[in-house]
């Protein structure tokens, strides 16, 4: 994979160089930072899962915007749904991950890889994803993709199998001449044909075939995120779901509401959010050290040796991507459990020197908060055990800054289009809907649900019981009314 990354990346430099191109070159990591090219072809591992890094990091630059730290980041493409859950504007990191699964989306059926990344949910539930009925006769959606080609029924390529696109059309949360902005027209006779096979078999209209799809697709998605939030020792009630990617506006409101949460915020450019937080990404490289050994006081001298060899190897990296040495800055932690145990927790380790630092009153505490806080109860009385040391070399966090819209007291009745039929299950049938252009929608703008605001690449479905604020920066916030 080195060689081919590096010959890739390589001809990359060589052909934006021979058009003009004369800046340094970065490329996303996956646990949420950007570095050179030249260091990207040293560890190309590192570059897995990059894309949906950038993602998390936009959910938390949009969680800083709004004044919400604690979120789940909800990303839905083509071909699957990925979930991430941010505490405190962090996001949960990781440094297991699986290639090459045998069964992609099921735990353990691949290689494991010892990279740092951002902790993701991934499963196979996008716009693509393809229903079918299995031997016991029960509708099942994905993991197998339409991918972009053929595509849809509805793309009018080629395709036949009914896809969760296809439901979205004809549950008319799709508006067939306004996908793309209008540049490509979606075709209903052929979704409905491809969905007509699906409800043959089913038993049922197209309709209800096509809800079942959608119900199908949501509570494959809210199973996931419940069980990727608990074991986060996080509570969805007391979080907001941020959705974006193509599809994922269009789902939000069904997982939030089901997973009972605070709401749920939109923001502008749904489809393309995951490029906006690879701009919010500092230049930051993680460096780690095996070192397993009993944490007693007399040995937390030897981590501060370990620990400034690895801020040398910080200090030459971001070096090499035009850091200065007075904007650099170095996070330690280390991964620790309890002497016995077979799995151990990142602790963070914000001392300068361990020779002054009290294990009880200093390392202890810090350990049990974090344990406490993700299993709910700390072994007070059993030792400690360190298995690897951590280091985390940044550069300054880029400030990126959002054109605002102003506020012109006008009623959000100017921005509707039209109305259309729109499936919704908390009403059980199609509700004539108001259909809000986002671009006229201005800064303090409120209305009720139901409704469905569209923008060139990405649609918001807003249920019943909900009311949607739009802010200075143009993302949708909905807040929720339970019943």
Do not use: W
């Not at 994922?248 to 089901?258: D, F, K, Q």
């Amino acid at each position: 994979v080195q060689p081919l990354t590096e010959r890739y990346l390589h001809n990359l430099q060589k052909d934006l160089t021979e058009h003009g191109f004369r800046h340094q070159i970065y490329l996303m990591l996956s646990s949420g930072g950007i570095t050179t090219l030249e260091t990207a072809a040293r560890f190309p591992v590192r570059l897995i899962e990059s894309g949906p890094a950038a993602g998390v990091l936009a959910a938390i630059f949009y969680g800083d915007l709004t004044g919400n730290p604690n979120l789940v980041s909800f990303d839905m493409g083509g071909t699957t749904a990925k979930m991430c859950v941010i505490k405190k504007g962090q996001p949960t990191m990781s440094d297991d991950f699986e290639v090459a699964r045998v069964h992609r989306f099921k735990r353990g059926s691949g290689l494991p890889v010892r990279v740092p990344t951002i902790e993701l949910i991934e499963i196979g539930a996008g716009g693509g994803s393809i229903a079918h009925v299995d031997e016991l006769g029960l509708l099942k959606v994905g993991p197998e993709s339409s991918g972009a080609d053929p595509g849809p029924a509805c793309y009018g390529q080629g395709g036949t199998q009914p896809t969760v696109t296809d439901a979205d059309l004809l549950l008319g949360y799709l508006n067939p001449d306004y996908f793309l902005g209008g540049r490509m027209s979606l075709d209903r006779a052929a979704a409905e044909k491809a969905m007509g096979t699906l409800a043959q078999t089913l038993g049922m209209d197209i309709t209800a075939a096509a809800h079942g799809i959608y119900q199908v697709v949501n509570e494959n998605m809210i199973s996931a995120t419940r069980v990727h939030v608990a074991e986060r020792g996080a509570d969805p009630r007391q979080l907001k779901l941020i959705a974006f990617g193509g599809a994922g506006p269009v789902h939000a409101h069904e997982i939030a509401r089901a997973l009972k949460m605070q709401g749920y915020i939109c923001p502008a450019g749904a489809g393309v959010t995951s490029a906006l937080g690879f701009l919010t990404a500092p230049v930051a490289f993680e460096f780690a050290r095996t070192y397993i050994a009993r944490v007693t006081q007399d040995k937390l001298a030897d981590l501060d040796a370990i620990y400034a060899e690895l801020e040398e190897q910080g200090r030459a990296t971001l070096a090499e991507a035009g850091v200065p040495a007075d904007e650099m800055t170095f996070e330690r932690k280390a991964d620790m459990r309890h002497v016995g145990q077979g799995h151990q927790i990142g602790v963070e380790l914000p001392f300068d020197s361990f020779a002054e630092i009290s294990l009880e009153d200093d390392i202890k505490p810090i350990f049990y908060e974090r344990y406490d806080e993700i299993y709910g109860y700390a072994h007070r009385h059993l030792e400690l055990e360190i298995t690897t040391c951590r280091l985390t070399a940044s550069g300054p966090r880029p400030r990126v800054s959002l054109q605002e819209v102003t506020d012109q007291g006008a009623s959000a009745d100017v921005a509707v289009k039209g109305k259309r039929p729109v499936f919704y299950s908390e009403v059980g049938d199609f509700t004539d809907t108001p259909i809000y252009d986002r671009n006229l929608l201005a800064a303090g703008m409120t209305f009720p649900g139901p409704a469905v605001v569209e923008e060139k690449d990405s649609t918001a479905v807003i249920g019943p019981n909900a009311t949607v604020l739009v802010d200075a920066n143009s993302n949708l916030i909905v807040t929720l009314h339970r019943d």
